[in-house]
């Protein structure tokens, strides 16, 4: 139901017009206090404000100027006692108004038109609805290249939303090839620090001297091969945003100097006494499970709650399964493996195979099949023998899934489903010991009849092979 409120200082005038409106099927609020009408508005979230032009302590039109401060969707029509001035319209218009309705409209004691008023509310609402819509759909396009309509990808999405604004720290975390990195420049570019510096360091890999001098700096002479003076990227990102990727594998000394410099604000070059003041948004990024890594010691309990001040975690693919036809059109509109590929399309055998597979590698994996899958096909169509063989492979019973749960058939008898993990795990061993059946039934501690009973024939479990038919 669609909520109104009505600012006039009557209250004759209030309780007509609310329940006119009310008899509608609309829920109104009103206000005589034309001050207090913003607070109010913000206070019950209306979706439409209609206002008395002369009022104190504030005017109709500076009303309107406030509330289109607070929310530029707001529709806000003005009602006033006199037939609408032209320069009281132009500059009302100008802030934003979107209707006007005059109180003498309809007869000489002062009542406005309700016919009109009804017909305007009624498109004042309709609009609000699409501008509403626009905004969430302009929003979503500036998450950088980050696609999904999947609920959980929502959930990210607004998230990202509300912390973007704000200087909060924040720890991103999810497995590799989720899109982390993606979330991290969307924080950046939706925040109030878009026309700063963003810049990114992968913790990983990098030997801890020179990992604290690319991010603390160094003065000359500190170490060898230190023959400059080198600002770290603390520095270099000050007044922007600084992403610490893979922070999980950062060494437990520099993990104490980081929290330092998270508290502070200030960092200290490698070599030097004094320290530099920074002005940096901090946001980290890990697919390592840091709470566990706590209890183990490998990871400062202090830095990951100065770190995890909001928390974004990103879903993996399996888990979003439904957001895989939009990545697949995303992929193929913006590849440039081939010309003319955002004319190709993918068969319906194809998109069922790939929304049946598991996906280790997330998202990143997939822009990778489907860009191999470009180069591959003939014609305008991806089809089923232009991905990967691993797609067409049955999953193993012994392998787990992605959710950590044994890969299973639908129900069959206990010992059927015994016979058929036990048949895999001497193919297993065998394959091992490269064919040496013998050597496999020794590390399987079982006989080597035993070996041959369990690997008989699939297709006819009655003819079990022994080792003279070998």
Known sequence: MSKILIVDDKESYLDMLSEALRLKGYETVTETDSARAI???????????ISDYAMSPLTGLEVLRELKRWDETLPVILITARQHQPEVVREAEREGCLEFISKAASDTQGLVDFNDLFGKVNTALKLRKLLRENQRLRNKFRVENIIGTSRLMEEVF???QKVAPTDCTVLIHGESGTGKELVARALHSLSNRCNGPMISIN?????EQLLESELFGHKRGSFTNAFTDKRGIFEEADGGTLLLD???TLPLSLQAKLLRALQEREVRRVGENTTIKVNVRIIAATNRPLPEMMKTGAFRED???????????VPPLRDRKEDIALLISHFIKHSQTRPMCHEIRISPDALDMLCDYNWPGNVRELQNIIERALVLCDGHLIRVE???AKLREKPSLLSPSHHGDPVLPAFVPLQELISMVEREYCQRA???FRGDKKKAAEALKISLPAVYRKIRSADDPSNPISPEQE
Do not use: F
């Open 158 to 160: 607004s998230l990202i």
């Open 430 to 432: 065998i394959s091992h």
């Open 386 to 388: 232009d991905l990967p």
């Open 303 to 313: 830095l990951y709650y100065r770190l995890s001040v909001i928390p974004i975690e």
């Open 203 to 207: 913790c990983a890999g990098m030997p």
């Open 39 to 49: 607070e109010v508005a913000k206070k019950n979230d209306v979706d439409l404000v």
């Open 246 to 248: 893979e922070i999980g």
